[in-house]
C-alpha cells in the first residue's frame, strides 16, 4: 500500500517535542511536552532530570506541538482512507506505517494511539501546574478543540506547586480539560520528606491532593516502598498511609525505591546514612502499610516493574484482605521458593506466586542459576544479582 502522492514526501517533516518519561498507566496515551524537565530536581532517589535545567515552554510552542500532532493523525487517517480502511486506523495501516521507513518516532506513536483509541493524554514533564493558569487553561482549550476524540487528559505535578494555586484556578483548569493529576507523594513521613530533600511536607502533601479533589479532578498518589530504608521503614509505612486517609485518592500507585549509582542517595548508602531494605523487608512495609489505610475507597496498584508483587492491586475497603492475602501467600514460602521467585521476578519471567508451580522448566532453570552462582559467589553474590537485574529495568 503506497499513501497518497506528496504525503509521504512531507512525513518525515512532522515532528513535535517529547519528555523521557510518562506513568505506566499512560503507555497507551497521547504524549505532548508542556513544561521541559523538573523545576525541583533535588529530590535523592531521582535521576529522571539530572542534569537537565528546566524551562517552560510557551503557549505558542505548546500549540505549534498540538497543531503537528493533529496534523500527523490527519496524515494517518488520509493513509487508512487510500487504503481501504475507512478513516479506521487498523492493522492494515499500523503494518504500513511501521514496515516502511521514513516515519519518525511521532507519526508511529500518533498511529499506535489511534489504532488502541484510548482516547488519553497526558502532558509531559515532571511540574505542569507550575504554569501560570490562564496559560495552561488555553493550552487545554486549544488541546480539547484540536482532537475532540481526547476524552481524558492527565500530568503530573509537585503538591508543593498545587497548594500555591486557589482551588477556583485549579476548578478552571479542569473545566478547561485536564481530569487527573499524578502527584509523587513517596512518603507521608516529615523527617523522611526532608532527608529525601523532597521539598514539601506532610501537610502540603494532603492540603495539595484535597485541593486537587475539591477542584473536580481525579488524583494518582505514587508512594515510595523502600524509601525509609531500614532506619525509618515502619515510620514510612504508617505515616505515608494516614497522609493517605485523608486525601482519599483516586489511586495509590506503588513504585517501589531501587537506588541506581547516579543518584545522590547512592552516596548516602555508601556514607552508612541509608541502608536499602531486602525485598522481604518491603514485603513487610507494604504489609504495615496496606493495613494502616482506613476509611479510603482508593485503586491501589503495582503497576510498576519495580515491584516484586504485581498481584497486589485492588479497590479498598473490599479488596484489603485480597491483597494482604497476597504478601501472606509470598511469605508463607520457603525461603528458597522465595529467592527464586524473586529472580523469576527481577528477571522479568514471573508476575505471581503462582507462575512458580506453571512452569517446571524455567524454575529449573532458575533454581540451577542461583545454585551455579551460590557456589561461586555465595549467598552475598546472589543478592547481588536480584539486585542489578532489577535496576537493569529502571
Ligand atoms: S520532584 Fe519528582 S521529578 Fe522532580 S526531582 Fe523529585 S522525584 Fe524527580
Known amino acids: 500500500m503506497q499513501p497518497a502522492e506528496g504525503l509521504k514526501l512531507n512525513k518525515n517533516e512532522l515532528s513535535f517535542e517529547l519528555g523521557p518519561i510518562r506513568p505506566p498507566s499512560e503507555a497507551r496515551s497521547l504524549l505532548l511536552r508542556v513544561t521541559r524537565n523538573c523545576p525541583w530536581n533535588q529530590c535523592l532517589f531521582c535521576r529522571t532530570y539530572k542534569k537537565r535545567k528546566f524551562s517552560l515552554r510557551s503557549v505558542d510552542e505548546i500549540k505549534q506541538d498540538i497543531q503537528t500532532a493533529r496534523d500527523i493523525a490527519d496524515e494517518i487517517l488520509a493513509i487508512s482512507l487510500k487504503a481501504g480502511s475507512g478513516g479506521r486506523v487498523d492493522d492494515r495501516v499500523i503494518s504500513h506505517i511501521f514496515g516502511e521507513s521514513g516515519y519518525s518516532e511521532n507519526f508511529r506513536s500518533i498511529a499506535m494511539w489511534m489504532y488502541y483509541g484510548t482516547g488519553a493524554c497526558f502532558l509531559q514533564d515532571a511540574d505542569n501546574l507550575v504554569m501560570k493558569s490562564d496559560y495552561l487553561v488555553d493550552v487545554l482549550k486549544f488541546l480539547r478543540e484540536r482532537f475532540p476524540q481526547i476524552t481524558r487528559v492527565t500530568t503530573y505535578?509537585?503538591?508543593?506547586?498545587?497548594?500555591?494555586?486557589?482551588?477556583?484556578?485549579?476548578?478552571?483548569?479542569?473545566?478547561?480539560?485536564?481530569?487527573?493529576?499524578?502527584?509523587?507523594?513517596?512518603?507521608?513521613?516529615?523527617?523522611?520528606?526532608?532527608?529525601?530533600?523532597?521539598?514539601?511536607?506532610?501537610?502540603?502533601?494532603?492540603?495539595?491532593?484535597?485541593?486537587?479533589?475539591?477542584?473536580?479532578?481525579?488524583?494518582?498518589?505514587?508512594?515510595?516502598?523502600g524509601l525509609g530504608g531500614q532506619e525509618m521503614w515502619a515510620e514510612h509505612a504508617v505515616e505515608t498511609a494516614k497522609v493517605l486517609n485523608q486525601i482519599n485518592p483516586d489511586f495509590i500507585r506503588l513504585r517501589s525505591l531501587r537506588v541506581l549509582p547516579i543518584v545522590a542517595l547512592y552516596e548516602k548508602m555508601a556514607e552508612g546514612s541509608f541502608t536499602r531494605q531486602s525485598d522481604d523487608m518491603v514485603v513487610e512495609e507494604i504489609k504495615l502499610f496496606i493495613n494502616t489505610l482506613d476509611g479510603i475507597s482508593s485503586i491501589i496498584t503495582s503497576d510498576h516493574i519495580s515491584n516484586l508483587l504485581e498481584e497486589i492491586t485492588g479497590r479498598l475497603p473490599d479488596?484489603?484482605?485480597?491483597?494482604?492475602?497476597?504478601?501472606?501467600?509470598?511469605?508463607?514460602?520457603p525461603e528458597q521458593e522465595r529467592i527464586i521467585y524473586r529472580v523469576g521476578r527481577r528477571g522479568g519471567a514471573y508476575r505471581s506466586t503462582d507462575d512458580l508451580t506453571f512452569d517446571p522448566?524455567?524454575?529449573?532453570?532458575?533454581?540451577?542459576?542461583?545454585?551455579?552462582?551460590?557456589l561461586k559467589q555465595g549467598p552475598d553474590g546472589v543478592e547481588r544479582f536480584i539486585t542489578e537485574m532489577g535496576d537493569s529495568y529502571i
Open 361 to 374: 522448566s524455567t524454575y529449573g532453570k532458575i533454581r540451577n542459576l542461583i545454585k551455579d552462582i551460590s
Open 319 to 333: 479488596d484489603k484482605g485480597k491483597m494482604l492475602n497476597v504478601i501472606s501467600k509470598y511469605q508463607a514460602l
Open 157 to 225: 505535578s509537585r503538591s508543593r506547586t498545587i497548594v500555591r494555586k486557589k482551588v477556583e484556578s485549579l476548578t478552571e483548569i479542569r473545566k478547561s480539560g485536564l481530569n487527573r493529576v499524578h502527584i509523587g507523594l513517596e512518603t507521608g513521613y516529615d523527617p523522611l520528606l526532608k532527608y529525601m530533600k523532597k521539598g514539601v511536607t506532610a501537610a502540603q502533601h494532603i492540603e495539595a491532593g484535597q485541593k486537587v479533589k475539591m477542584a473536580g479532578m481525579e488524583v494518582s498518589e505514587y508512594v515510595m516502598p
